[in-house]
């Protein structure tokens, strides 16, 4: 284990519309805000999002099992997101349920809002953390610097 402090710094709330891509959308205002280091918490509903569920067994690196989700689902989730050189690396687990029924995995593409989606981000100042990709573990890892 291996921990930071630091403090809050700008807090920007976004609000994405009925067919926008949500994931390409936070991308996008990531890079304008120039936020190196952030954590999000996002509620409202989409239409369709590639979804890992988990890894087919347990090993490392791990071998993801892929959901997609084809139709109107509500979502409630957080996530952070920290930079791999330039590029923001978003990490977002998010529980998705429609009629009842719920899916909860890490969303990581396709992700098109169903109506409307809100989302606060909270940068974070203080601690250099950046996400590169880690070849051993087959994930993008939070490192300290």
């Not at 120039?34 to 690196?61: E, T, Y």
Request: net charge negative.
């Amino acid at each position: 284990m291996e921990y930071r402090t630091g403090s809050v710094g700008r807090v920007v709330t976004i609000r994405f519309d009925h067919g926008d891509d949500f994931l390409e959308g936070l991308q996008e205002i990531i890079l304008k805000e120039k936020i190196r280091s952030g954590w999000f918490q996002v509620i409202g509903a989409l239409d369709k999002a590639g979804v890992v569920i988990g890894p087919k067994d347990p090993v490392v690196p791990p071998d993801p099992m892929w959901q997609e989700v084809d139709g109107v689902s509500e979502l409630i989730g957080c996530g952070s997101v920290h930079m791999d050189g330039e590029e923001p690396k978003i990490h977002l687990h998010g529980a998705l349920g429609e009629h009842g029924e719920t899916l909860t995995g890490c969303i990581r593409r396709d992700s098109r809002v169903y109506l409307l989606l809100e989302v606060v981000v909270f940068e974070l100042l203080g601690m250099n953390i950046a996400r590169p990709w880690d070849e051993a573990a087959g994930i993008s890892r939070l490192i300290f610097q």
